[in-house]
């Protein structure tokens, strides 16, 4: 298929762009020091560039000390601005063309990342720092220019400084920068456009990011004045509108980084609204991540370019695979959040990452080739054997993958399963044709024992044998209509009545969700902490707005001590811990803990007796994530 629209070439102000895809302004937490940049941002920034993208948009550079926090860019001292050189050549050297989101985070950097941070909100700047920021503003433009920038983006959506003006929830002042009027409220906007366009030069763009539409607030800004701002800003020099979606005070927040509960084009309907009443070019986000989405969005007019964001973390070559007419080869995002935003809010975390593509951050390092290539064997046809397989194959080794089961994929089969997570099923059969492509022989329903260790001899194993089922040790865990997750989710059993589900992780959470679609309408799950543990912060907020109220009813901090004839008896701790024993009726329960590492002491002591190298990763080494599974994969096979 061929993708006109999306690969005909636009013209903002001075500067052609050759395609109508961008990579939008995304948090990597590669900064170091807060202040210094190394090869990895430039390596990131270059791959997406070599891969065909037309604008990479630089994440979020802070204008002034002030907001700047440990994970941000700076962009307010010349150091800034010759670090920033370092990426902005590296676009340029791989014929793509640079941008960078120019930023004040108003409250969201002292109240969400580093409380060192200064809270500058509307209601507490004074009117002197009120034209200090502006002119802040003013000077980041002219670093950006002297960085080798080809564009600029201002930063007005996300709660932002900005937004906060804007929002009038937000912005309580009474004098010229207040709420009395739109164009109070609009004052500190318009004027920081001014400043910024007073330092770039006549014939670059700037870009501004603004929500389309502003919601779950007390008061919002409504889509007639979101229009009419925007067309005050193209009077004050803004070349196209960049039309996201979100807030950091409500449930809001799950659009900025949409996980997999999104539909595709999600906020397109939004934008559309919003482009009906502008005059300037307008660029759509909204987990828009295949290139017959894009194209049609663009041919129908409701988007004139496309920000393709997590799409281009998980494949960098995405737009060259597309324009190629390679779209099968596209590894496609599957809406996780478990790299891109739950990394990002995690302060252990040094960057993000992708559930499927481990190498995302480490592009610099690369798959170096290998100069002594082995044979290994790989035991295990979840996505960690997969990926693992292909790395080793992109450095020259010769793979071969061992599967017990009879169709390969493991885990993410299972959890194509659940609602609204089919691109995990697709993704892992995506793999499995990927290790087709490559050469990579899968041999299913084999069983590796010690034995078939030592007929085979490889050079090498790594054993991805994944996690299984052991029943929690549990009084009465043996009773009538007690059943697995795992039972329920691959149709073995269908839940009826009064259903309980044990365990309030991703699984759980994720089977009640599947049974609610199914008709059954007592639904409660518990948890000995809490509903939605380790689901990250997205997919838990989802429960909220999917499941409201007493859709799923949820038990936390209730942990199960034995079960009876249809009653589990469990230790209550209230919000004064203290613990009380409490009783429960159910029909069905259905029990979503248990899920331990597969046994490999057998064939890791084979490995030992006759000298073979040997790992164990994933799920066989520590029952984690998906993307722990992926980051063994690329590790060890970036090691053998």
């Not at 950006?144 to 900005?162: I, N």
């Not at 937000?170 to 920081?192: A, I, K, M």
């Amino acid at each position: 298929m061929s993708y006109d629209a999306l690969f005909a070439p636009i013209k903002l102000r001075g500067l052609e762009l050759k395609n109508r895809v961008v990579l939008p302004g995304m948090n990597t937490k590669m900064v170091k020091n807060k202040h210094d940049i190394a090869e990895d941002l430039a390596a990131y920034h270059a791959a997406r560039a070599a891969g065909g993208c037309a604008l990479n948009i630089v994440e979020p550079a802070c204008v002034c000390p002030e907001t700047h926090a440990y994970l941000y860019l700076g962009l307010y001292t010349e150091h800034h601005s010759e670090e920033l050189k370092k990426v902005t050549k590296a676009i340029h050297d791989n014929g793509g063309l640079a941008c960078v989101q120019i930023w004040h985070g108003g409250f969201v950097p002292e109240a969400f990342f580093d409380k060192t941070n200064k809270r500058e909100t509307p209601d507490t700047i004074t009117h002197e720092r009120i034209q200090e920021i502006i002119k802040q503003y003013g000077a980041s433009a002219k670093l950006a220019v002297e960085a080798g920038f080809d564009a600029l983006e201002f930063h007005a959506a996300h709660t932002y400084l900005p937004h906060e003006f804007m929002n009038p929830s937000l912005n309580n002042r009474t004098d010229e920068y207040g709420n009395q009027s739109l164009e109070n409220r609009c004052r500190f906007n318009l004027e920081v456009i001014r400043e910024m366009r007073a330092n770039m030069p006549e014939d670059m763009p700037l870009l501004m990011r603004l929500d389309a539409i502003d919601e779950l607030m007390p008061k919002v800004t409504t889509v007639e004045e979101t229009i009419q701002f925007i067309n005050w800003a193209a009077e004050a020099g803004v070349d196209a509108a960049d039309l996201s979606r979100g807030n950091a005070m409500s449930l809001a927040t799950v659009y900025e980084v949409p996980p997999y509960n999104l539909e595709p084009g999600f906020n397109m309907d939004n934008i559309a609204a919003v482009k009906a009443g502008i005059s300037i070019p307008v660029i759509g986000v909204g987990r828009v991540n295949t290139p017959d989405v894009a194209n049609k969005l663009i041919e129908e007019g409701k988007i004139d370019m496309i920000a393709v964001g997590r799409g281009q973390l998980v494949d960098p070559e995405w737009c060259n695979k597309a324009k190629e007419g390679r779209t099968d080869e596209i590894r496609l995002c599957i809406g996780c959040t478990q790299g891109c935003y739950d990394k990002v809010v995690d302060p252990k975390a040094n960057h993000i990452t992708c559930t499927r593509n481990p190498m995302l951050c480490l592009e610099y390092k690369g798959l170096p080739k290998t100069d002594s290539p082995k044979n290994v064997m790989v035991i295990g046809a979840g996505i960690g054997g997969l990926l693992t397989a292909q790395f080793l194959k992109a450095r020259g080794h010769n793979p071969t993958i061992y599967e017990a089961s009879e169709k390969a994929g493991g885990q993410f089969v299972l959890a194509g399963a659940a609602p609204k997570k089919q691109e995990f099923a697709a993704a892992v059969e995506w793999e499995v044709k990927e290790c087709q492509r490559r050469g990579i022989e899968i041999k299913t329903g084999v069983t590796v024992t010690p034995e078939l260790i030592a007929e085979v001899k490889p050079d090498h194993v790594v054993i991805a044998t994944g996690a299984h089922y052991v029943a929690p040790e549990i009084p009465g865990i043996d009773s009538a209509d007690v059943v697995t997750a795992e039972d329920v989710l691959t149709g073995k059993v269908e839940p009826k009545g009064e259903v309980v589900i044990l365990g309030g992780g991703g699984v759980g959470c994720e089977t009640a969700q599947y049974l609610i679609g199914k008709g059954v309408k007592d639904v409660r799950v518990m948890d000995a902490k809490r509903v939605g543990n380790n689901m990250g912060m997205l997919r838990t907020m989802f429960l909220d707005i999917e499941y409201p109220g007493e859709t799923i009813k949820k038990s936390n901090k209730s942990k199960v001590t034995s079960i009876e004839d249809h009653t589990i008896n469990y230790k209550f701790t209230d919000k004064f811990k203290k613990t009380s024993d409490k009783s429960r009726h159910f029909d069905t329960l259905v029990v979503a803990t248990g899920t331990v590492s597969r046994p490999t002491a057998d064939l890791t002591a084979k490995c030992e007796e006759l000298g073979i190298a040997y790992d164990v990763i994933g799920d066989a080494k520590e029952v984690r994530m998906g993307l722990d599974a992926t980051a063994d994969a690329y590790a060890v096979a970036y090691r053998i």
